[in-house]
């Protein structure tokens, strides 16, 4: 998961800011003005370069919902028209997406490929826009996100591992498609690409699964540095 600024008020859309101005009092729940909610769901997507806020799977404004990061709470939080308070997350509609995976067959087992906002509801998960998000977890090159095994702060561990679980971030789908990611950096590292220009953000558009990426090329650069050394010495 990587840190996205906070958004605030001044980044809030102009269509936003209108039908706030005439509805003071309303609550998310009756927030269903097209026009203004197309331009809020396509500011947060730009915002967070076409990333899940939380797996870092590529979004769109038509693949993603809204995420509160404090949790709706049936209507009853004060802040859920707050647009600090929001970010996109994948999966639109939980039902399409099992539709569209075949997971009708699965039974009981089918609520476990969801993931991220539609997987959590109002259970606990550290904010994308905590600074401290990006240090908690470390990749695998088997794919899977874990504790990052250097923190010290039993807090920070707990809360790593329940961002993990609650948002379900070790699903199979998820695990899979960071595993390639990895390992096609690597490829591409070894054939001779730039850091940069595999991490680099392209029209808005950062890669999906950028802090897999990232883990893989620290993984690489650590393993050429060990075989020069070695070379050097033998």
């Given at each position: 998961m990587r840190c996205i600024p906070k958004p605030t008020e001044?980044?809030?859309?102009?269509?936003?800011k209108r039908w706030k101005k005439r509805h003071p009092r309303?609550?998310?729940?009756?927030?269903?003005?097209?026009?203004?909610?197309?331009?809020?769901?396509?500011?947060?997507?730009?915002?967070?370069?076409?990333?899940?806020?939380?797996?870092?799977?590529?979004?769109?404004?038509?693949?993603?919902?809204?995420?509160?990061?404090?949790?709706?709470?049936?209507g009853l939080s004060e802040k859920t028209m707050e647009y600090?308070?929001?970010?996109?997350?994948?999966?639109?509609?939980?039902?399409?997406?099992?539709?569209?995976?075949?997971?009708?067959?699965?039974?009981?087992?089918?609520?476990?490929?969801?993931?991220?906002?539609?997987?959590?509801?109002?259970?606990?998960?550290?904010?994308?826009?905590?600074?401290?998000?990006?240090?908690?977890?470390?990749?695998?090159?088997?794919?899977?996100?874990?504790?990052?095994?250097?923190?010290?702060?039993?807090?920070?561990?707990?809360?790593?591992?329940?961002?993990?679980?609650?948002?379900?971030?070790?699903?199979?789908?998820?695990?899979?498609?960071?595993?390639?990611?990895?390992?096609?950096?690597?490829?591409?590292?070894?054939?001779?690409?730039?850091?940069?220009?595999?991490?680099?953000?392209?029209?808005?558009?950062?890669?999906?699964?950028?802090?897999?990426?990232?883990?893989?090329?620290?993984?690489?650069?650590?393993?050429?540095?060990?075989?020069?050394?070695?070379?050097?010495?033998?």
């Amino acid at each position: 998961m990587r840190c996205i600024p906070k958004p605030t008020e001044a980044d809030e859309p102009d269509a936003f800011k209108r039908w706030k101005k005439r509805h003071p009092r309303a609550k998310y729940s009756s927030f269903h003005n097209v026009r203004a909610k197309t331009a809020l769901k396509e500011s947060l997507v730009k915002r967070q370069k076409y990333l899940c806020c939380y797996c870092e799977s590529r979004v769109t404004s038509e693949t993603s919902h809204i995420e509160h990061i404090e949790p709706q709470y049936g209507g009853l939080s004060e802040k859920t028209m707050e647009y600090s308070n929001m970010a996109i997350s994948c999966i639109k509609d939980p039902k399409k997406f099992e539709e569209e995976n075949d997971l009708s067959g699965i039974g009981v087992l089918r609520d476990g490929y969801l993931h991220c906002g539609h997987a959590r509801g109002t259970l606990p998960a550290v904010s994308p826009y905590d600074p401290l998000c990006s240090r908690l977890f470390a990749y695998s090159f088997s794919g899977e996100i874990k504790v990052n095994p250097g923190l010290v702060n039993p807090d920070e561990i707990a809360i790593a591992r329940e961002t993990i679980d609650n948002l379900r971030l070790n699903v199979p789908p998820l695990v899979a498609v960071r595993k390639i990611a990895m390992f096609e950096t690597v490829r591409m590292l070894e054939s001779g690409a730039a850091a940069e220009s595999i991490l680099r953000e392209i029209n808005g558009r950062l890669p999906p699964f950028v802090s897999s990426a990232e883990a893989a090329v620290a993984a690489w650069k650590m393993s050429v540095g060990r075989e020069e050394a070695y070379g050097a010495h033998a």
